[in-house]
């Protein structure tokens, strides 16, 4: 339920800090447990057989030759698993068809890329697991494939599902496509609005699909026991989900599967889904031992989710004094090899920052024969801000307006509409143009061959269901466990909120993840959703906590408990009140909590709504190379609103970090495929992400707009920095060149065509 | 008891209510508000349940029955968000 809980004019002592994380020194002095760190008696070994084909019907699998090898100890394919109805399932940008998911976990009727699961074999080591794939027999017709957008929503185009009809039109089409659906977001009268433009640029863009780029591949141990139970040990944004996921796709009672959350080495939204874990079980249940997998960097290049590329056409119109009057977009999205790209919020997303009266935004969601794509930093909104912020630089050129005056000219704050109906309910965009505006590197001179480009972003936010449990030790120390995975530092964020709530020092709170068994149902972290809708839930639980300790202290004292107040770590008796009694600590309280009444404890679970969204304003300084082409990131400045900041450096963190991967996604990162749809790069080395060589010092700028739905005001910091980078590069690019990049990456051989051409 | 106004997406309105995008029904939490929808159309609740958020005067939320609507508020129903 909404309330108003936070109290702007409260002094903050803990929120607000940055102290060590809880989870800091097993990590960096290796301790830390990592899904591929589990090792359990008996445990064998998995390990998966994938397609050497884009695109193939799987006419046969003949698996009797890997059977019969000694130490082999189980076989599964597509068939060994329950097949789903086909139906979709839930909200409709994530709406799941497990007929679908159940198909990408291990092929069935085709292979639909290089790298789909066909075969998982378990024997008693790697080698032997290895071994046994080289005796799986596939008998493939191979088919034509396609792995461009627009290749593969022209008429002709090889189809992936030869049923699928388009989603989202009316009169359904009659014939089938690789367009799985249609939608479209519009408000106001575009011809109208166009006319009232004194400019309008239409331009198309590409962008390239992008991974994750998170450190550690996928892996997990499952341990299927005789009596049904299975237990799983797995690195995920969320341990219930993919408990879900595991127990639908293999027909199981949720209840009789019990995952572990291992320590993450990053996820950015990949590790949202599941794609061994369904496997390893299965291979668990069939041989009566635990099962590792473990992908290698290959696999996850080729097997799991990148955020789509895309191929668009933005066009807008500005009057001469800055108002954008109308804006017409159409976004065509890579969903991969199954439905379900990120295109409804990147239509969503794409003028959300901007107050415009006649708009119109069309999103295809495409499917083609590369990897299902998944959640990447605000899916979906970097996309279409890479073309709507482009043009807006332009517009902003022809009218000779800097670019964060246009920005600011038509910046939304509360009450302003959005293309999808509701109001806004809160500010934050304006207050981070105001932040470049007044930064003093926005004035630095620029030198010859460099550029300055500024984009915005928006992004959505999260709450949703979470649950946080807190017990009181006997010393007066304090454990707080959710069910929330800790991907960026939420255990702090956590504990740092529980001490402020109850009064005590951050290092009497020790913050953990417990298992599915061991605490409510909580969603995935991801959204920027946890330090929002669970930190609400640990906010509860402290308050409730505070009140049976309220409770204890008038047992005590033989007082009301009226008459009994907590104040910074304390039960203390109202003022006025007659009596003495000193006051009492939590470690007072806590050491008599046999005779008050036994252990303290307290739980809460929310389904928190009111979160506020995240705007970020960022501006890029660039210097291009004009003999190599190569683009050198000189400065960047990324104001970012992040409601109050709970772990000061952590907000920093996630904010350069998104910076970081948008700077990569901007001029590197690209998957090459080559004409038998075979992904080249499926490597870091060619596949390039930033290093610090690559990068200067992120400058950032945190605004604070506090949300007052949250105790302290906080609002999700994790996506939104991601969304401007792409286009704040590109127009630094056109500045120093006079070249306006269209395609990403703008990687040295493009950039330098560019200025050749 | 004053009226909420609702609002749905012309796709929504398109498949479930006839193309009605806009409605005001007397209602003061979200519960009472899918009631009196589900008796409109019926299995239209469960629907708005599953696949919707809900923007309350502007604040997105789940949908959740306690959650309470102020009288005259503006309510759209728009399809549900998920992140990274």
Known sequence: MLTKTMDPAKVLKVVGTSPVRPDGVPKVTGQAVYGADTILPGMIWGKILRSPHAHARIKSIDTSKAAALPGVKAIVTGADLPDHKFEYVGPERVAVNYWHMTRNILAREKVLYEGHAIAAVAATTPAIAQQALDLIHVDYEILPHVIDVDEAMKPGAPLLFEDMITRGIEPAPTTPSNIAKRLEFSVGDLAKGFAEADEVVEMSFTTAAVHQGYIEPHSCVARYGADGQCELWSASQGHFVVRAYTAKLLGMDIGSLLVHPAEIGGGFGGKTVVYVEPVAVALSKKSGLPVKIMMSREDVLKATGPTSGASMTVKIGVTKAGKIVAADSTFKFQAGAFPGSPVMNGAMCAYACYDIPNSRAVGYDVVSNRPKSAAYRAPGSPISAFGVESVLDILAKKIGMDPLELRYKNAVSAGSPTAWGPKHAHDGFKETIEALMKHPSYKIPLGKNQGRGVASGFWFNGGGESAATLHVNEDGSVVVATGSMDVGGSRASMALMAAETLGIPYDKVRSTVADTASIGYNHVTGGSRVTYATGIAVVQACNTVIEDMRGRAALTWDVSIDDVIWEDGHAKLVAGHAGDHAPLSLAAIAAKRAVTGGPIVAEAAVNAGGMAPGFSTQFYDVEVDPETGHTKILRVVAAQDVGRAIHHDYCEGQIQGGVVQGIGWALNEEYVYDKEGHLSNAGFLDYRIPVASDLPHIDVVMVEVPNPNHPFGAKGVGEVNIVPPMAAIANAIEQATGKRMTSLPMSPPKVLAAIDG | ?84
Do not use: W
């Not at chain 2, 209510?17 to 409109?40: H, S």
């Open chain 2, 1 to 84: 008891m004053t009226a909420a106004h609702i609002v749905l997406t012309s796709g929504f309105s398109r498949r479930y209510t006839n193309g009605v995008k806009e409605f005001d029904i007397d209602a003061t939490n979200v519960r009472g508000l899918l009631k009196a929808m589900d008796q409109l159309y019926p299995g239209l609740a469960e629907i708005l349940e599953e696949e919707t958020a809900i923007a309350i005067d502007g604040e997105l939320h789940e949908v959740v029955y306690t959650q309470v609507l102020r009288p005259g508020c503006e309510v759209f129903f728009i399809p549900r968000i998920e992140g990274g």
